[in-house]
T-cell receptor
Framework: LAKTTQPISMDSYEGQEVNITCSHN???????ITWYQQFPSQGPRFIIQ???TKVTNEVASLFIPADRKSSTLSLPRVSLSDTAVYYC????????????FGSGTQLTVLP | GAVVSQHPSWVICKSGTSVKIECRSL??????MFWYRQFPKQSLMLMAT?????????EQGVEKDKFLINHASLTLSTLTVTSAHPEDSSFYIC???????????FGPGTRLTVL
């Protein structure tokens, strides 16, 4: 399973764009990159998933360079309610194997 | 997206008793379910993987006789913490996956407190 590395914590202010980068040097050819958000005492919530280049949905964008050894989650105009832990995971949909959680990034949005 | 529920959402029990936690996929069939444990300020740690109709696969260091997992149907998996002790107090989270989906769907978690 591909190991991921993320910053332990990040601070931002309301209204700013936040970019969280994750490195996954040994990502496999059939692995997808998935980001989850977790609030205290809640289960992780799916944010976005991608394989290469750029993916955008209503809450975030995911940028993946050509070598796929890293990825960047971009949160536009964060608010206080975006304060949470963000996890980057890599894994293959073709296997029943679970996704391994790394340490995650604690994002704190300040007023 | 698909919904996964857990019951109960929290439970307090005495040391030595057994506690059962249910995980249900509400609108899809989960061929595989996963059980995680999360201690305060830490990441999720996988405990076991269960496939419907077969024995669960436990991660290294997880006692299979203490954490009994049953996945008898495509929508229900249960985790039973047997002879619970205070060190078993934790946040238990399940997730469910259908092989046609790329992502896992997580339950809301169950807070277990053993006195």
């Amino acid at each position: 399973l591909a190991k991921t590395t993320q910053p332990i914590s990040m601070d931002s202010y309301e209204g700013q764009e936040v970019n969280i980068t994750c490195s996954h040097n040994n990502i496999a050819t059939n692995d997808y990159i998935t980001w989850y958000q977790q609030f205290p005492s809640q289960g992780p919530r799916f944010i976005i998933q991608g394989y290469k280049t750029k993916v955008t949905n209503e809450v975030a964008s995911l940028f993946i360079p050509a070598d796929r050894k890293s990825s960047t989650l971009s949160l536009p105009r964060v608010s206080l309610s975006d304060t949470a832990v963000y996890y980057c995971l890599v894994g293959s949909s073709g296997s029943a194997r679970q996704l391994t959680f790394g340490s995650g990034t604690q994002l704190t949005v300040l007023p | 997206g698909a919904v996964v529920s857990q019951h109960p959402s929290w439970v307090i029990c005495k040391s030595g008793t057994s506690v059962k936690i249910e995980c249900r996929s509400l609108d899809f069939q989960a061929t595989t379910m996963f059980w995680y444990r999360q201690f305060p300020k830490q990441s999720l740690m996988l405990m076991a993987t269960s496939n419907e109709g077969s024995k669960a696969t436990y991660e290294q260091g997880v006692e299979k006789d203490k954490f009994l997992i049953n996945h008898a149907s495509l929508t229900l998996s249960t985790l039973t913490v047997t002879s619970a002790h205070p060190e078993d107090s934790s946040f238990y989270i399940c997730s469910a996956r259908d092989l046609s989906f790329y992502e896992q769907f997580f339950g809301p978690g169950t807070r277990l407190t053993v006195l």
